[in-house]
């Protein structure tokens, strides 16, 4: 498609058309969710996530510090390096630098945009099929699109996570791979598992993604739709899709974090020379761990900075998609006028 045809894309020229009316023969008091071209649609979600990535990654390195820190160890019997976000924001600067807060910056951009470009797409292609006004639809188109987006970028969130709990010994927690790069990262990992290794962690990553993406774009669609049959915003008010947002990352908080504990557990956890994981052989295998050695508060280490990222993260990415889409819906009907 060129840019000429792109720019008179408009949603007559889509397959996919939102049903204009609610369960009930009521029409919907809000406004349907705009059809852009499915490909640009998967690039502004890229776009949008990536754009949040770059001011929650200092959140997303400390997180997974947190979630490392005390691994298969009751409470109290671990040295704690990180006793909150604060303070651990402050002893990864004061030991790795400035820098070391956005660790793993490139490759956390590189899962951001390929994770979210496939979830916030395939939603997009759910929403304008109508899948997602049937009951239970928001829910399950969530749930699938997270799962095809984490499969396809788990091999940057493997090396996201090795390169962001990589520290000096002095505050080390959990296992070390010591990676000179994310090239170096990618290399070793292939030379010494093969492209599967590449893709270990996927079966923590796959349900921690269908959770938050379920909740995430459930609650945020849900909410939208509340707030503007409120109606204490313009119709077209960017505040409805803030305040969404906002309630959207309190729901993905609460469902995610003890997912998110698993798969970070998952992800960074050291092999042998058979391949196998060291430490879990799975999902269900880490959970039960986590919870014996660590108590059922286990799985909720840091919690803190996860509500903290995914709040923002949740905001910033929904906003600027939510934004963008009716932007480019906007420019089109425009450009279609003309």
Known sequence: MTSTQLMKYTPKDSAFKAPPAVPGGLVNSSPPPPVVWPPLDFALGALACCGACVFTNP???????????????????????????????????????????????????????????????????????GITSVGGGSIFSGAVAGALGAFIASPAYLVKTHLQAQTVETIAVGHQHHHQGVSSAFATIYRREGIIGLWRGVNGAVPRVMVGSAAQLATFSSAKE???????????????????????????????TPFDVVSTRLYNQPVDKLRRGRLYSGFSDCFLKVCRAEGPLGLYKGMGPVFLRLGPHTVLSMLFWDIMRHSTYQGNQTMGKS
């Open 59 to 129: 959140l997303e390195v400390v997180k997974t510090r947190l979630q490392l820190q005390g691994e298969l160890q009751a409470w109290g019997s671990y040295q704690r390096h990180y006793r909150g976000v604060l303070q651990a924001l402050w002893m990864v600067a004061h030991t790795d630098g400035i820098r070391g807060l956005q660790k793993g910056l490139s490759v956390g951009l590189m899962y951001q945009g390929l994770m979210n470009s496939v979830r916030l797409g395939t939603y997009s292609y759910c929403e304008a099929a």
């Open 226 to 256: 509340w707030v503007s049959h409120a109606q204490w915003f313009s119709p077209n008010s960017w505040l409805i899709a803030l305040i969404s947002a906002m309630i959207s990352g309190v729901a993905v908080t609460i469902t995610m």
